[in-house]
């Protein structure tokens, strides 16, 4: 059997990781001076009903190699034969090379293991790199290989479709994300950017104003986006309000045709601390950036029939 890992910014849910059997090392938070373990010590709801009252805003730091090490033997110990380890992005986080240096060190004090290791570097944020867990977990269950897994992580952890929008523009601010003028533009007008991934880290793609208009946006990318060929659950994120990702829910299945899973799962501590309240995100697969460009631009043409 195949064992994988994470780090705690996958932001899966309790529920998924108990039933895929996931290993997950916590990345750690430092609130006012105390440090905590991301979903250990710290529960989002907890901390979200601190952070508008924060003065100091919270720092998070990488897992440490030991705390995969631990995994990794904890999972020999049940008799997994392959470890297949997927972390945030290299962009974003040190969990990937915490990840690698603790592979080196394992195999480093453990010579006679032969257990193939396996660390993916995501290029993903939060549930991004917890939309490819999932999808190699359920990939798992239907006999997918070691190999076949790791090919499928490398060939499609660029086509995971990330969107994001926040509330709070400070916290994009304190991150180098906005500049001061431009979130003090965006309060004045409501408008709310909306990131992606570009080469690993995060960078706005969009400024909506008004959730309603963001939620349009989300489902309008989605219909031309999506792979259904691999699409077979989107993840929708939040962090302190579900109800704008239910709304999400609502709106994806009433103008759509996508009838596979949606799961709405809250953004972790770690990553809360750079989102902020009122994150809304959504995650799944899209198709090849040329065929996509395509199909746009013939729902772009078609549209212009029906004006006509």
Not at 84 to 107: D, H, K, N, R, W
Not at 129 to 153: C, D, H, P, T, V
Not at 219 to 241: A, K, L, Q
């Amino acid at each position: 059997m195949i064992k994988i890992m994470a780090d705690s910014t996958c932001d899966l849910s309790q529920e998924i990781i108990d039933l895929y059997d996931i290993g997950i090392a916590p990345l750690t938070i430092t609130i006012d001076n105390k440090t905590y373990l991301d979903r250990l010590d710290i529960s989002p709801d907890e901390f979200y009903r601190l952070q508008p009252h924060l003065v100091v805003p919270p720092t998070t730091a990488m897992p440490n190699p030991s705390e995969y090490i631990r995994l990794f033997q904890k999972a020999i110990d049940e008799g997994h034969k392959e470890i297949l380890c997927i972390c945030m992005s290299s962009g974003t986080s040190g969990a990937y090379s915490s990840a690698v240096m603790a592979v080196q060190q394992f195999y480093q004090e453990n010579p006679a293991v032969g257990t193939p290791i396996y660390v993916v570097d995501s290029l993903s944020m939060s549930h991004g790199s917890g939309w490819l867990i999932l999808k190699s977990a359920r990939l798992r269950e239907q006999g997918a290989g070691f190999a076949e897994l790791i090919e499928f992580n490398e060939n499609y952890k660029l086509k995971v479709k990330h969107f994001l929008s926040v509330d709070d523009l400070n916290h994009l601010i304190r991150s180098g994300r906005l500049s001061n003028a431009g979130a003090y533009l965006g309060k004045l007008l409501n408008l709310k950017p909306i990131m992606s991934m570009k080469d690993g880290r995060g960078a706005i793609v969009a400024k909506q104003r008004g959730r309603r208009r963001v939620l349009d946006y989300y489902v309008h990318e989605f219909n031309w986006r999506m792979d259904p060929d691999v699409t077979d659950f989107i993840i929708i994120g939040y962090t302190s309000e579900i109800e704008p990702a239910c709304d999400l829910q609502t709106k994806i299945k009433r103008e759509s045709n996508y009838r596979g899973d949606i799961f709405i799962m809250q953004m972790g501590v770690a990553v809360g601390t750079h989102v902020g309240p009122g994150g809304l995100s959504m995650f799944f697969a899209e198709r090849n950036s040329k065929k996509a460009a395509w199909l746009k631009q013939e729902l772009h043409d078609l549209a212009g029939r029906f004006r006509r």
